[in-house]
Every structure is written in structure tokens, then in C-alpha cells.
């Protein structure tokens, strides 16, 4: 059984992986500093004996005691409205927070895993998008403090496995969802979950016609976890490749909960990707990973996950 620290714990998908480690037999560590996360995702792992968990911001100090034998680093604002509000955290979690825990994970011996995302592909021109592609990111739009930091940390955690030897992993993680997603986080997911119980109109950017690919949560943290106790240090794509436009995203969640409220068309953010769709050949052949949840049952968990949120 490992030790595992998990930077980034309180968040949404950091909790679900404690989670799962935790079920699995192993030792935690979480550290967090709350900027995005929440202490009610770990409220249940208070009793845990084999959950230890340390506030801090690691952009700047990892003060945790003893040796890891695998870091996880998912700390980072994760959301377009989250890293608009929070520009210079979301940079230093990409540059100064991996630099620190990929230190950790030298001095320690331990793997590192790095959470990447799809939008280091930015605007892709490939489609479905394959890990050999380069991307089409705007350096200096108001995207680019999350995807360049993250394409700085693929960057740094390459150097660390090709200089020091470290043995590291790259989740390029597609757009997730499922319970302990904050309901005013922003993403497409929360927002219009909240709109349809609330009745408000929901809120649709640009013609709805840019499309994304939606895993639920377990399975990525399988794949993350599958990842981790692989050999592949090369960048692997973890997301589920059922693309859907936005529009169909909102018609299907009014339908789903039986209710009509108008659809409000509002101006597409700046940069916004107009397609996304990941190609997961590598992950199935490298880890014999694919998503198993589907979409209706994925939905229905999180809506049934919204609703108590709300009822709060
Ligand atoms: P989240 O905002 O729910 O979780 C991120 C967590 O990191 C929060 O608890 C936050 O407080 C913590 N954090 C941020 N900066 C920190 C710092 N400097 N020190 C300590 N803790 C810090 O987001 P999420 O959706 O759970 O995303 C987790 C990771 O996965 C992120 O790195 C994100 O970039 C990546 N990712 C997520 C998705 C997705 O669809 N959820 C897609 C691509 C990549
Ligand atoms: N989106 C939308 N209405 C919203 C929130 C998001 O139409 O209230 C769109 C957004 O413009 C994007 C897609 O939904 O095209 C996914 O947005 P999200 O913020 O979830 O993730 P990302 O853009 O990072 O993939």
C-alpha cells in the first residue's frame, strides 16, 4: 500500500481520487488551501485513520511530514470563471506548485502525476484531439494563465523525468462533472444544472453550437489512478469522447428534468474551444481505460447531487 499526497484535495476531483485511494487500503495525505475547494468534500473522511490532511498553499510550502510514494498534483483553479478571477494563483499553481511537488516526488523517490488538461490543445484543428497534437493556444488571451501554466507544468514534469529521472505521468483530463462540483463554479455543467431547478433561463454563450465531451467523475479518477501505476510517461488523454454541442447539452437537461424555461443566448467568452473531443486510443491500449458510466446515469447522480446542494 502506498502513501499518496494530494494536492488539491478539497476540490471536486481530488476528493472523489481521496476517496478512492482511501477505499483501496492506502494512506492520504490531502493538502489544500481552499481557493476553489471545499471543506465539506472531506467533512465524511474526519474519523479516517489512514486520511491526514494539511492546509497550505503549495505554490508556496508543502509542510508534510515523512516520506510519499506518490504525489498527485491537482491543485489549481480549474474553471474558466475560477482562473479569470484568480489569474496569478492559477500561473503560479502551474508553474511554482509543480516545481515544488515534483521536488517532493525527487527527494522522496515517489511517482508524480501532473492533472493536465484538454485545453492545452487551446482551439484544437485536429479533431478528435490525439496527444501528438501540439495545440493552438493563445499565449496571451485570457485563457492563457491556465493553458500555458499547464503546458509549463507538461513542460517541467518532462524535464524532471528526462533530467532527474523522475517517474511522472500526464493526465490531459477532458471536461468532467458529478457530485461536489460547486454549483456557482461556472462550468456548463453546474451552471445549467442550477438554472433548471432553479427555473431561471439558461444560459447559453455564443450559438451553442461549440461542442464538448463530458466523462463523469469515477471514471476519470480510474483513469488517474490507473495512470499513476502504469509506465506511461508519456501525456495520456483521460476524458469520454461522446461529444455533445452546448445547445443539445441544454435541451437534453430541460427535457431530463421536464421543464421549459427559455433559452437565453448570451455573447461566446473570448477563445472559447469550438470543438472538443478526446481520442483515447492510448489510454485503452496503455491502461485498458475507457469511461463505463453513461451520460443519463452520470446526470441523473449529479442533478440528484445539485438538488441537495441547493436544499442546503
Ligand atoms: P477544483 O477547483 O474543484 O479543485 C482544485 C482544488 O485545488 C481546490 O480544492 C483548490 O482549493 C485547490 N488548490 C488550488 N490552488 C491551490 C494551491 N496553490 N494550493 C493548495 N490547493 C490549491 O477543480 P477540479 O475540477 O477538481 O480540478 C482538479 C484538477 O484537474 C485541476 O488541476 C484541473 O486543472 C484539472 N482538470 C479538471 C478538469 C475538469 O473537468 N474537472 C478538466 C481538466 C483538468
Ligand atoms: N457555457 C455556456 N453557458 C454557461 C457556461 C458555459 O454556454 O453558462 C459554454 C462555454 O462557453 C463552453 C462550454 O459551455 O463552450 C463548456 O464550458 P465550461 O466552462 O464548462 O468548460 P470549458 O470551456 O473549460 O471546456
Known amino acids: 500500500m502506498a502513501r499518496a499526497l494530494v494536492a488539491g484535495a478539497a476540490g471536486f476531483v481530488g476528493s ?16 489544500d488551501n481552499f481557493i476553489t475547494g471545499d471543506r465539506r468534500n472531506l467533512d465524511h473522511l474526519q474519523a ?13 510550502d508543502l509542510p508534510v511530514d515523512g516520506r510519499v510514494d506518490r504525489v498527485y ?21 502551474g508553474s511554482d506548485a509543480t516545481r515544488i511537488l515534483l521536488e517532493r516526488a525527487r527527494v522522496d523517490g515517489a511517482r508524480f502525476l501532473m492533472a493536465s488538461t484538454s485545453e492545452v490543445y487551446g482551439d484544437p484543428a485536429i479533431h478528435p484531439q490525439v496527444e501528438s497534437y501540439w495545440g493552438n493556444v493563445n499565449p496571451i488571451g485570457p485563457r492563457s494563465v491556465y493553458d500555458e501554466a499547464k503546458r509549463y507544468a507538461e513542460a517541467i514534469t518532462m524535464a524532471y523525468h528526462r533530467y532527474h529521472g523522475v517517474p511522472t505521468r500526464i493526465a490531459r483530463i477532458f471536461n468532467t462533472y458529478g ?3 460547486r454549483l456557482n463554479d461556472g462550468r456548463v455543467i453546474p451552471a445549467f444544472g442550477a438554472q433548471v431547478l432553479r427555473g431561471e433561463p439558461i444560459t ?8 464538448r465531451s463530458y466523462c463523469y467523475v469515477s471514471d476519470l479518477v480510474e483513469g488517474l489512478y490507473r495512470l499513476m501505476e502504469s509506465g506511461l510517461t508519456l501525456p495520456c488523454n483521460l476524458g469520454n469522447p461522446t461529444e455533445k454541442t452546448v445547445l443539445e447539452l441544454a435541451n437534453y437537461l430541460r427535457s431530463a428534468a421536464g421543464s ?3 433559452i437565453e443566448f448570451r455573447p461566446l467568452p473570448e477563445d472559447d474551444p469550438k470543438q472538443r473531443r478526446p481520442d483515447i486510443s492510448r489510454a485503452k491500449a496503455e491502461l485498458d481505460w475507457e469511461p463505463k458510466v453513461g451520460f443519463d446515469t452520470g446526470i441523473a447522480a449529479t ?5 441537495e446542494a441547493l436544499a442546503r
Open 204 to 211: 447559453v454563450f455564443g450559438d451553442g453550437s461549440q461542442t
Open 48 to 60: 479516517e485513520p489512514r486520511f491526514h490532511f494539511v492546509e497550505s498553499d503549495v505554490s508556496r
Open 179 to 181: 457530485p461536489r462540483m
Open 16 to 31: 472523489h481520487l481521496v476517496d478512492r485511494l482511501i477505499a483501496d487500503g492506502h494512506t492520504v495525505v490531502g493538502v
Open 73 to 93: 498534483h491537482l491543485a489549481s483553479p480549474a474553471s474558466p470563471i475560477d482562473y479569470l478571477k484568480l489569474p496569478f494563483e492559477t500561473l503560479y499553481a
Open 303 to 307: 442533478m440528484a447531487y445539485f438538488r
Open 260 to 262: 421549459d424555461q427559455p
